[in-house]
């Protein structure tokens, strides 16, 4: 099965309205590159405004309640995300795991209310530099994976993201080997969980220090399907070569 390459852009707590006309720029970018698949999550308060300036580009968000409505002081539901414009939503980002405590079962719960919404979601999964040290990553990452994705996970709505938490804004990266070993890890737990054929169709994106230099090379791997980018989307100037280096592949 052909995966088409995703390149999503995380914003994390970065954006203002003045930042709008990246959105746009990233906008004409994936326009023009229609054999990739790109998206870009902003934060919640820019969804609406993002869509309005790029009616085309997929626009999400960063995370999402389980619940639909209630007493949740300060979160954000699906079918909200749903009516400002947002097709797709990041769950179980390690920024949340380690900042908001959030668990695989709570991504789990999140992934589960963003489906039943029609949202596309992105899992996050990824080890700490300490668990990666104590040669863990690869019983955490499966942990992690079988705790957060829904058994009815498919292609067409479900993408899983594998983020290193080493490699998240340190410039650091693990090998090009080292990520499709793990990719492929990722994978075989996935067809554990949803059978063959959805794992593989299912994309696995790669996150951490993506940048348009290193793109090329690690997009090129057999199991990576495209990246999860933190830094390097804020800016079409930085993220429009790493949207190129993908479609160049195909
Ligand atoms: P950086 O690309 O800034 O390392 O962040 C990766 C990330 O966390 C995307 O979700």
């Known amino acids: 099965m052909t995966r088409r390459k ?8 970065n954006g203002l309205k003045r930042d709008l006309g990246e959105v746009r720029a990233i906008g004409a970018a994936a326009a023009a590159h229609p ?30 309640h389980a619940a639909d409505s209630g007493p949740h002081t300060g979160n954000i539901s699906a ?13 179980g980002h390690s920024e949340r795991r380690a900042d908001q405590f959030e668990t695989s079962q709570d991504a789990w719960a999140k992934a589960a209310a963003a489906h039943r919404h029609g949202l596309h979601v992105i899992v996050c999964c990824g080890e700490t530099e300490a668990e990666h040290d104590a040669g863990r990553a690869e019983r955490v990452v499966q942990a992690q994976i079988e705790k957060s994705v829904p058994d009815e996970a498919a292609p067409d709505w479900f993408t899983l993201a594998y983020e290193p938490r080493w490699a ?12 499709n070993a793990m990719h492929a890890i990722a994978r075989a737990k996935l067809k554990q969980l949803v059978g063959g054929e959805a794992a593989r169709g299912i994309r696995i994106l790669y996150g951490g220090s993506v940048t348009g230099a290193n793109a090329g090379d ?24 790493i949207i190129e280096a993908a479609a160049a592949l195909g």
């Not at 995703?6 to 707590?13: H, I, T």
């Not at 300036?53 to 995370?63: C, E, F, H, N, R």
């Not at 690690?218 to 070569?241: C, E, Q, R």
């Open 6 to 13: 995703l390149v999503v852009g995380n914003w994390k707590m």
């Open 35 to 64: 054999g990739v698949d790109v998206a870009l999550c902003p934060p919640f308060t820019l969804i609406a405004d993002a869509v309005a300036a790029s009616p085309g580009l997929v626009i999400g968000a960063q995370d999402c």
């Open 79 to 91: 079918p909200m995300l749903v009516e400002a414009g947002a097709r797709t939503v990041i769950v």
């Open 168 to 179: 998240i804004g340190t410039g650091r990266t693990p090998s090009i080997e080292a990520i």
């Open 218 to 241: 690690i997009f090129a791997a057999s199991d990576v399907d495209g990246g999860l980018i933190g830094g390097a989307s804020l800016t079409a100037a930085k993220f429009v070569p």
